[in-house]
DNA sequence: CATGCCCATGCAAAAACCGCATCGTTTGAT
DNA sequence: ATCAAACGATGCGGTTTTTGCATGGGCATG
């Protein structure tokens, strides 16, 4: 035996009997509120009372009054329920996918016109999932994908893990970025031949694999061999060697949203037509609730809009 | 037999074990931790999630993790519990007279000295204990004392009701409150007798009935007859007649707090020293638990500072 | 393939809870 | 003053819920 019960908390059950009693003031009807009978309400509260120590409750047989501190464990009451009540709500909305958090990775191409496109898709078609965003290259996200850390990756081809599932979400065509008062700027269109033996600011080997593969892939196909000047793997900073006059780059339209003083964009007819994918990619067996109607939100992205040349 | 229960509604101890749960990781130690067993915390988990509808914890016989929804329910449950704790402690101080809210009566004289000292002095001496103050006349306080509506008043004699206890708390003496220019101001200290046959801003028999009895009689023992040529209820309004010139005005010494412009006090000789009476009275039957604590400040407040003149 | 770890489940005992009947007190009417 | 009605508290037996023990079954490790 244990002597004095030394369980010194309440049960919910027993705020909402007090509850009702103290706005019923009345014994029967919170008890018939609470679908039960009378008895076990007033023990209810005989053992909320014992629990904390506090008289909540004055009964005289003809009045039920509350007690000041009664008064203020009514409203902390109160407040316990809505809280109890939000929380099963909350936590079920999370489960039904209708609320969430995704940990997206996204490189940092993608960010200029894809992201900011799906962002307001989200505001509008599921205001209620959260999006954690963290810039990283395609690479990273392979591995941040399989240990967990972000549960969908916007990444570049080639992505060949098995436990993945992948949806290309985005095919552009190459622009050229070309300084103000370069020659090719009196073209409407250019043609990688146009590159040839002339200064091309170049994507790195390592931070910038996809784009670097893809560039000597097309221009070894096509027969053209331009200089490279400089190799880089940020998109921006090559625009801005453009500027400076080093020489031309060629880059994904969506980067036409960057608005460099004094460059300007030109097609470029390749073969194919789009050759820059973008990939979005989750492991298949992800299990958040809220995966599905992300990527419902990938699919009502799907029509690009064409962009217009500046 | 009920068949399904409809009993949407999970109870604190699941909320306790699953915290346990979520928080080892291990059914196991969440179990020892609750004192139990791991068999009936299993179930107490088994019962949360089916009344939630929802999956909180994925168990596969080697490791515990939590789902997207049992990470958003664990900062619920976390916050429902914390919330638990701080209403029982809450409601436990208020029972226990340390913190609380008294309904405070006072007139309006009384909030000119007594009752700012009042304040600081609960500041100091019991932060916890709100105050809601009331002015209203004696009369009222009586009333509201009565019905419960006000716990304590700080109010004028005399008080005969048998259901009240009461102390005073304030004994002081009368002042003259004369304009700029009156001849009275070279004296440092005057007698009822200056005021025979002169001007006097006089208390209404109704609204002011102490003060009004209390002059009346004090002049009649004195066997001197001011001039009564006004009669208000509110000492600031007789202050500004007084500023206007219409005459002079006994007060208490109290009043002199109020800075009028071009009025200036000079202390008056009375028998009994110092007439004026400030009582505090509550129900014997109060059972406010704040109602002792507040006492001990009126007690401490009884000290009265000598108020200097002007 | 054997072993150990760990959560789920079957089951009987224990505890908690409920409803019924009844008591004691208070209030208001006669 | 007396009586009846209203109301919350309490005693008690039956039912539901919970607990602990024993055990089952899946999965990783050696």
Redesign the pocket.
């Known amino acids: 035996m244990t002597g004095a019960s030394f369980w010194s908390q309440f049960?919910l059950?027993q705020l909402r009997c007090f509850v009702a009693a103290a706005e019923e003031l009345?014994?029967?009807r919170a008890a018939a509120r609470m679908n039960?009978?009378?008895?076990?309400l007033?023990?209810?509260i005989?053992?909320l009372e014992h629990v904390l120590g506090v008289k909540l409750l004055d009964?005289?047989?003809?009045a039920?009054k509350l007690t000041p501190a009664g008064r203020v464990f009514l409203l902390e009451a109160r407040r316990i329920l809505r809280l109890t009540e939000s929380a099963a709500l909350a936590t079920r909305r999370i489960a039904s996918g209708e609320a969430g958090t995704i940990s997206l990775g996204f490189t940092a191409a993608s960010g200029y016109s894809f992201l900011p496109r799906l962002l307001l898709q989200r505001a509008s078609h599921a205001p209620n999932i959260d999006m954690a965003l963290k810039e990283m290259v395609s690479s990273e996200q392979v591995d941040s994908l399989l240990t967990g850390r972000i549960d969908v990756g916007l990444l570049r081809p080639p992505i060949d893990r098995s436990e993945f599932t992948t949806r290309r979400v985005v095919r552009e065509r190459l622009v050229a970025a070309l300084p103000f008062g370069d020659p090719r700027l009196a073209e409407a269109a250019l043609t990688l031949k146009d590159f040839d033996r002339s200064p091309l600011v170049m994507y790195a080997a390592d931070g910038a694999r996809y784009f670097h593969d893809m560039l000597t892939g097309l221009f070894e196909a096509e027969g053209a061999t331009p200089i490279a000047v400089q190799s880089l793997s940020q998109i921006h900073s090559m625009l801005a060697l453009v500027r400076a006059g080093i020489g031309a780059a060629l880059v994904p339209e969506a980067a036409m949203s960057l608005h460099f003083d004094d460059v300007h964009f030109r097609p470029v007819t390749t073969m194919p037509t789009a050759p820059v994918e973008l990939y979005a990619a989750w492991r298949s067996d992800n299990d958040n609730p809220a995966l599905p109607a992300f990527l419902d939100l990938l699919r009502q992205d799907e029509t690009e809009p064409v962009a217009p040349h500046d």
Chains 1, 2 share one sequence.
Request: no cysteine; aromatic share 4%.
């Open positions: 049960e059950r009345h014994f029967g039960m009978t009378q008895p076990p007033s023990r209810q005989q053992l009964r005289t047989s003809r039920v």
